[in-house]
């Protein structure tokens, strides 16, 4: 018979699956959007072309990046005062409000430009609250980690992060494939995943409702907590958190969020085949985030944000080039596994990186307010960018313009410390 776990052993893994189930959840209601805005485009805006469509599609997406920074603030002050756990579970259920407003809301034809403002609303929503996601779950799931293990904890958050896009798309090929049609799809079809968001919600919102606080924050007990004045005491560390994430944000989403769009739009895939696809990048892409988060415990972080700098400003423009005018769907695959190999050099360590940067008393607001800030600037304007330069006939600037912020970031990563040999957690 098995051995129990330790006690704090056990409350350590009840808190890593919590977290991480409630992170999934969340970011799940948040890349609905994107995944199934190929088919409620339509539904929102006067009848043009395509890329019109998704351009209007896409300004909503980035309009509720601008939300990202004010969650980031709010959710962090909340979490460096109140506590994680609590900022973590009302996140959770503003996004799931957000999700309700979308599922319900009519179409143009009925209530005409009402529909467009409502959905905007939803997306300030649940901007808000994905603003505020990031900063208290990375800060949570570093503090519950142990020290010789705070890599591969800390990328479960963006395992899940990406999990919540593959149930997004996993949801869409099933209702494509076995349930409805395309017509079907379009007409009331794609309502389907923000009603099931809104019901996932209430899972996360059980799971974080019974989790323990984190010792970190319940020892500081007597210090300034998360104040603007405090955390401006760090400039260095937030500067790194701009830089760090620049070009990281900026790969991440035109090689996920993105690519579903450019594998139709460009590439010439259809929507199944370009869901499949993406669907099956994701879920490599996903486990490859504990094996790079695993490897940072034994190296340190520097040398994976290094791979993910030096190649990212090498073969970004090829990469993107060549599959712009690939024929098929695996050669295309191929392609996408080599760019996001690339990218979990950032994305599997980021949250750990920058949770390291910072004291506990102003951890989750430095964490989340510049990088909410950054992702809102760069990542939530990346679709739309993309986009734009289709539609004016010079796609390729977009590829010039992620290598660059991507080699920006690079610099970053030269001058910067390993933080796995100077971290603030536990000091």
């Known amino acids: 018979?098995?051995?129990?776990?330790?006690?704090?052993?056990?409350?350590?893994?009840k808190a890593i699956i919590g977290g991480s189930i409630g992170n999934l959840v969340e970011w799940y209601d948040w890349y609905a959007y994107s995944a199934f805005s190929l088919y409620f485009a339509q539904s929102f805006f006067p009848k043009s072309d395509q890329t019109v469509?998704?351009?209007?599609t896409a300004g909503i997406f980035a309009v509720g990046f601008l939300m990202r920074p004010i969650g980031g603030y709010v959710f962090g002050k909340l979490a460096d005062t109140r506590g994680r756990k609590v900022a973590m579970t009302l996140s959770v259920l503003l996004m799931s409000f957000g999700s309700l407003i979308i599922a319900l809301l009519p179409s143009y034809e009925h209530i005409g430009l009402a529909a467009p403002v409502l959905l905007l609303v939803a997306r300030l929503l649940q901007g808000l609250s994905v603003g505020g996601e990031y900063g208290t779950?990375?800060?949570?799931?570093?503090?519950?980690?142990?020290?010789?293990?705070r890599g591969f904890y800390s990328s479960f958050q963006y395992v899940t992060l990406i999990g919540g896009q593959l149930i997004a798309l996993g949801l869409q090929l099933i209702l494509q494939s076995f349930f409805l049609t395309e017509e079907q799809m379009h007409s009331w079809g794609w309502r389907i995943p923000f009603v099931f968001g809104a019901i996932l919600s209430l899972v996360a919102l059980y799971l974080r409702a019974n989790l323990n606080e984190t010792q970190a924050f319940e020892s500081k007990d007597g210090r300034k907590k998360g104040s603007m004045r405090e955390l401006l005491k760090h400039p260095g560390a937030i500067m790194v958190v701009v830089g760090l994430t620049l070009g990281g944000t900026l790969a991440f989403y035109t090689y996920t969020t993105y690519m579903q769009k450019f594998l139709?739009?460009?590439?010439g895939l259809s929507k199944e085949q370009s869901t499949l696809l993406t669907f099956c990048s994701l879920f490599l892409f996903a486990l490859l985030q504990p094996l790079y988060g695993a490897l940072s415990d034994r190296i340190g972080r520097r040398p994976l944000l290094l791979f993910f700098g030096a190649t990212g400003?090498?073969?970004?423009?090829?990469?993107?080039?060549?599959?712009?005018?690939?024929?098929?769907?695996?050669?295309?695959?191929?392609l996408l596994m080599i760019a996001l190999i690339i990218v979990s050099g950032y994305t599997s360590i980021n949250a750990v990186v920058k949770a390291e940067l910072f004291p506990v008393e102003v951890r989750a607001l430095g964490v989340?307010?510049?990088?909410?800030?950054?992702?809102?600037?760069?990542?939530?304007?990346?679709?739309?960018?993309?986009l734009w330069a289709k539609n004016a006939g010079h796609e390729s600037y977009y590829y010039w313009y992620v290598t660059a912020c991507i080699f920006v970031s690079l610099i970053v990563y030269f001058r910067m410390s390993d933080t796995k040999h100077t971290s603030l957690i536990g000091k």
């Not at 090498?314 to 050669?331: D, E, K, N, V």
């Open 1 to 13: 018979m098995q051995e129990p776990l330790p006690e704090n052993e056990s409350w350590r893994l």
């Open 53 to 56: 469509q998704l351009l209007n």
């Open 137 to 149: 779950s990375a800060t949570y799931l570093s503090e519950v980690a142990t020290e010789q293990r």
């Open 264 to 267: 139709v739009n460009t590439v």
């Open 313 to 334: 400003t090498l073969l970004t423009y090829p990469l993107l080039t060549t599959l712009s005018h690939t024929i098929g769907m695996w050669p295309a695959f191929a």
């Open 368 to 386: 989340g307010l510049p990088y909410s800030l950054t992702v809102a600037i760069f990542g939530g304007t990346a679709e739309y960018l993309a």
